[in-house]
Each structure stands twice: as C-alpha cells, then as structure tokens.
C-alpha cells in the first residue's frame, strides 16, 4: 500500500470503528484505536502515525525496544499488550505508558517498584481468562476483585481497567457474550467502589462485537495492517 492509500485505508477502519459506536448509542470518541504493530517495522508505524494514529500495541518487548527507540522523535503512546514475565518488567515500566495484561499481584508490584518517579503512573489492565482457558494468561473471574483491590492501592500505577482475549467465536452473538462477561465483571468492581474506565477488548474480527458491549480501547493489528508476516525474532 502507498502512503496515499494507507492513510484512505485508515480513515475506513477509524470510521468503522465510529459506525459501532454511534450504532448503539455511544459517542466515536469513547472508542480508542489501538494499532497492534507487532511485526511491523519502525516505517510502516511512522506512516501508520503520519495517518493520525497516536496509541500502538506491541507484544514481544525486545521488538518493541528497538522501535520504541527508532520512533522517539514522534510523540506516541506505547501500549504492552504481550504476556509479562518477571524478568522484564523494568524494561515495560520504562518505556511504555501502558500495560493491558497483568494477571498476578508479584508482576504489577515489580512494575510499581520500577516505574521510574519522573514518569507518571503506568496505566495497568487487568486481565482476565473470561472463558477459563488453558491456553491463555488471566486471572480468573473468582480471583479478579482480591487482585484489582491489591493492584489499585500500589503506588505509580493506576488501575485503569479490565482486559480480555477471548475463545474466537465467528457468530456476533457468541462474540457479544463474551465481552460482556467482561464489562459485568466490571461494573461488579465499579460497584464495590473501583473507578475503572477501561475495557481493552476486541480485535480485527470481533471489534464491532465488542464495542456493542461497552470496548473503550479495541486492539487492532491484521484490519489495519493486513496479515502478519514473521521477519522479526523473539526473544
Ligand atoms: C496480536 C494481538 C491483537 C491484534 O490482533 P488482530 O486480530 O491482528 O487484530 C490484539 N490483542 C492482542 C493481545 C494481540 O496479541
């Protein structure tokens, strides 16, 4: 794609993303798109930013370093998406300003203790395994309200909300099940007195799904960018 259609093709996904919204009742802007740049390369993010895209997701850290580091003279905001390890939340905490799928109280309190005192508070997303699969990270819904309780009181870090990657469903209703699984489980928590504005749901094929049942953030990455292609290694 050249620049020229790039940047039409983003304003497609930006206004599909707008149509659900306004579709059942909610304003473009309490949506935010999340451009998953996961192996793309530093040019295709800055023409994907020259569009008017601020925020990017990335999911393996030693990728996203070097970017982060190539892309420094433009002002973006960086979003780990990835599952997080112990040994490398003081790179996370440094050098993004958000963090979507803390599961365990030992990973945000590293993050916490990391958190550089010049930066402001790293926003945190709890995530959760909504459909108790083996396969994926998250914390299960029974244990969710002891770990946001704990997570919410750390310092230089803000909870801001909850996130999830469920089964993948091809039915829209099955899809809307799921994400709303997620939003009772936050308004159970806003209930109890949280204040959390986030819910980090929805993906290229069930973003629409997710946004009916109350997404703030949906995370986009094969919509805007077509299909992966593997040229970076991880770690
Ligand atoms: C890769 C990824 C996405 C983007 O998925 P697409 O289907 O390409 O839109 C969203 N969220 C997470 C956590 C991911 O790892």
């Known amino acids: 794609m050249g620049p020229q259609n790039l940047s039409l093709h983003i304003e497609e ?4 993303v707008a ?9 473009a802007r309490s949506v935010t798109l999340l451009a998953v740049s996961k192996a793309q390369p530093p040019e295709m993010i800055a023409a994907v930013a020259d569009a008017g895209l601020t925020q990017f997701g990335e999911s393996y850290l030693t990728e996203a370093l070097g970017k982060i580091a190539a892309l420094r003279e433009r002002d973006l905001t960086w979003h780990f998406i990835g599952r997080l390890q112990a040994n ?3 790179a996370i905490a440094e050098n993004f300003a958000w963090v979507h799928a803390i599961d365990r109280l030992r990973i ?3 993050l916490a203790a990391q958190r550089p005192a010049g930066h402001p508070p790293l926003n945190a997303c709890l995530q959760v395994n909504i459909a108790g699969e083996d396969s994926k990270g998250g914390v299960t819904p029974g244990e969710l309200p002891e770990l946001a309780a704990a997570v919410a009181a750390l310092p230089r870090l803000r909870l801001r909300g909850l996130m999830c990657l469920p089964p993948r469903e091809s039915a829209p209703g099955r899809q809307r099940h799921w994400f709303e699984q997620l939003r009772l ?11 959390l504005d986030t819910l ?11 946004i009916q049942e109350g997404a703030t953030l949906v995370r986009l990455g ?4 077509g299909p992966r292609v593997r040229t970076i290694s991880h770690e």
């Open 13 to 16: 996904v930006r206004e599909r």
């Open 19 to 27: 149509r659900a919204a306004v579709g059942c009742g909610r304003s």
């Open 88 to 90: 490398k939340t003081r």
């Open 108 to 110: 945000a309190e590293r």
């Open 185 to 195: 489980l936050q308004d159970a928590l806003n209930a109890g007195g949280a204040a």
């Open 200 to 210: 980090s749901m929805g993906m290229s094929e069930d973003f629409e799904a997710a």
């Open 222 to 225: 094969t919509i805007l960018f």
